[in-house]
């Protein structure tokens, strides 16, 4: 009788384990739901235009991180997507329901987000044509610009006439997906469609299309179905 009862306790701790990581798995899931949908049809503070609509599958890929985290992966060799963007954004708005769809069709389970809104510097030019700090970079988010410079795009500023102005930086913009296979960058996408001109557009077929096309090009370098990268062999 013993023997049973101590069997049946090591399985009901075995299911509460089980349930445990999923529920934490599914917390995250549902947590990214919430923040996407929580903007959905308001007006966005920075432009004044309404906020797509998005509809978030409660079982999407999303699993939270941040900088600190994702140099951890990267130290230990590890190979993961990880998807930089926030909610009000309107590029990324305009892709990560395609996004989800996609690693669910490529076998991707695990999409890791660095919520990037408030973790990056921000620069501007001074009259004089110099660069001004105005916000420092969260813990963490120097070091990963560097890991992953060989990847991401300039940071680049414009003066207050309009011209470009090269910081001599890296910048992990929104949305960026990155690839890391074995710590490495590997490829870095935006995962919208070109012939998508405005982040507030509706998303023709096309265009949704053409954006699956897209990452499914990403993941299959992942899931080492590519022997080309992301532009073509």
Not at 34 to 56: C, F, M, P, T
Not at 74 to 85: P, Q
Request: with cysteine; hydrophobic share 35%.
């Amino acid at each position: 009788m013993k023997k049973l009862l101590v069997g049946l306790a090591l399985g009901a701790i075995a299911l509460a384990v089980v349930a445990t990581k999923k529920n934490e798995k599914m917390s995250d899931a549902l947590k990214f739901k919430k923040a996407y949908e929580s903007d959905n049809g308001k007006k966005r503070g920075k432009d004044g235009k309404v906020i797509r609509v998005l509809d978030i599958p409660r079982d999407n890929p999303i699993i939270y991180s941040d900088c600190t985290k994702i140099l951890e992966k990267m130290n230990n060799n590890e190979s993961f997507v990880v998807y930089f963007g926030f909610s009000e954004c309107p590029w990324c708005r305009s892709c990560i329901e395609t996004m989800i769809d996609s690693a669910k069709e490529n076998n991707i389970d695990k999409v890791y987000y660095v919520d990037v809104k408030d973790v990056r510097d921000s620069l501007v030019v001074a009259d004089d044509g110099s660069l001004m700090m105005v916000k420092e970079a969260h813990k963490g988010y120097d070091e990963l610009v560097d890991r992953l410079s060989s990847v991401l795009d300039d940071y680049i500023l414009q003066d207050s006439e309009g011209n470009e102005v090269n910081t001599g930086q890296k910048r992990i913009y929104a949305p960026n997906f990155i690839i890391v296979k074995d710590g490495q960058p590997l490829v870095k996408i935006d995962g919208t469609s070109s012939l998508q001109k405005d982040p507030y557009e509706a998303l023709s077929i096309e265009m949704i299309d053409d954006m699956q096309d897209i990452f499914k090009s990403a993941f299959d370098l992942l899931n080492d179905k590519s022997a080309c990268g992301i532009k073509g062999c």
